[in-house]
Structures are given as C-alpha cells and as structure tokens.
C-alpha cells in the first residue's frame, strides 16, 4: 500500500509539472510557428534623395562652330569652257558603243589638245574605265602626271622591247589609265605601224572608253583615227565663240 501511494503521488506531481512546464512554453513556441511561417521581411525602402540631386548637372554646351559659308552655285562664276566640256563628257557617256574609241584632234596647241584629252578622261572616269593613249608624242603632260613618268611607251612596245602591260600607267590625280607615246627621244615614226592599231583594238577590249590623243593628227595613220571612232576637234583659241563651240561627230 506505501509503494502504491507513492508511485500515485510521483505520477499526480509530474503530470502537474509537466501541464506547467506545457503552458509557459506554449506562447513563445506560437511564436516561433509565425514568424517560421511569415515571410521575411524585405530590406526597408531607401528613400530616393531628391530630383535635384538625383539628376547630375549637365555641363554647359560646347560653343558650336560657325558652319562653313554656303555658297550658291547659282552665283559661282564657272568658266564656260569647264562647263562646256562636262556637257561634253555627258554626251560621250550618253553615246554608248559610239564613243567607245575617242579621237582628239584639232588646231590649237598640242597642249591645249592633250590637256582636253585629259580632262575629259577624268570627268568620264567617274563611272567607267578610261584609258588614254598619246599618240601626238609632242605635249609632256602625259608623262608629268603619270605615276611612273620614266615608263615605256608605244614606241618601245612597237619595237617588242616591253610587253602591252608595261606601257600601262595611272593617272596622279584620278582612276584614269595613261598610255605615252614612248620615253623621250624614241622614233616618231614607229606610232605609224599597223601593229598600233591592233594595240588600240586590245585597249578597247579593255576599257570602257580609249581617249586617242592625236593632236593634229599628222603623220598619223588615217585608219587609225578614224574607223569606230567618235572624234572631237579643238579648235584654235582665237576662233570665234561659234567656232569654238566643241564638236562631237562620229568618224
């Protein structure tokens, strides 16, 4: 009956300490179950500073240059001979297969003639290859605005001395192909040789258009200038303003 009573009384105490033990606790661990259950809480907001101090201060605009003069071409005094010879060089590109071979030829100075040879090539080259052969071996301009003004011309690739693509130069000032009548000193006469004309007859399987320079056309092969060829004549300076008005005729 003692061991009984004592073991009732043990069991009677823990269970009250046990339920004591069980309230006190309760609160905290209802606790610890929402905040595991909550959602973090996320950083807290930074206040954005002000608009004014948010916006760096943008620094004074650069001074802007004075934009270059524009120039009314309706008041640029062109020389009529410039404009003469573009009208010109349209005309020859507008003429298709007709102007392929070009012969320049007339009575003003050789270099008058080679210089209009010249520039109508440059103005041509613009949108199709152009070559331009000295056939009049008496102007300097070819060889002083060539790439290579020592280099061989017709006279030495008529006497077999260089092959076709040496006598071949450029042009300094543009995409034009310069062909000279050959170095200093080299015979006239050999530019008269029927090989010439199948040189030009190569070229024009080449280029676009091959300007013949012939100045006044003497001692030249009239074969030479003449056959599929589209010729244009410069006139003397001291001709009249009709006279002198460029001509384009096909041979």
Known sequence: MLIATLATLMLSAGAIVTGELLRMT???????????????????PVRAPAAAAMVRAAPDPEPVPASDPVFDEAHLDVPAEFSEIER?????????????????????????ITLTALTLARLMVRNAKVVVVDLSASSPTIPAVSVDP??????????????????????????????????????????????????????????????????????LPAELLTRQACAVVVPDPSMTADARHPDVRPA
């Open 88 to 112: 010109l060089a349209d005309d020859l590109r507008n003429a298709g297969d007709a102007a392929r071979k070009i012969t320049i030829l007339g009575t003003a100075s050789s270099e008058s």
């Open 150 to 219: 020592a280099a061989p011309g017709l006279a030495e690739l008529m006497l077999g001395e260089v092959s076709f693509s040496q006598v071949i130069t450029k042009d300094r000032l543009s995409r034009v192909h310069l062909v000279s009548a050959g170095r200093p000193g080299s015979d006239p006469a050999l530019l008269q040789s029927p090989r010439l004309t199948l040189a030009v007859d190569a070229l024009l399987r080449v280029y676009d258009h091959v300007i013949l320079d012939a100045g006044t056309a003497s001692d």
């Open 26 to 44: 309760a609160p905290r661990a209802q606790v610890a179950f929402t905040a595991l259950h909550e959602p973090e809480p996320g950083p807290a």
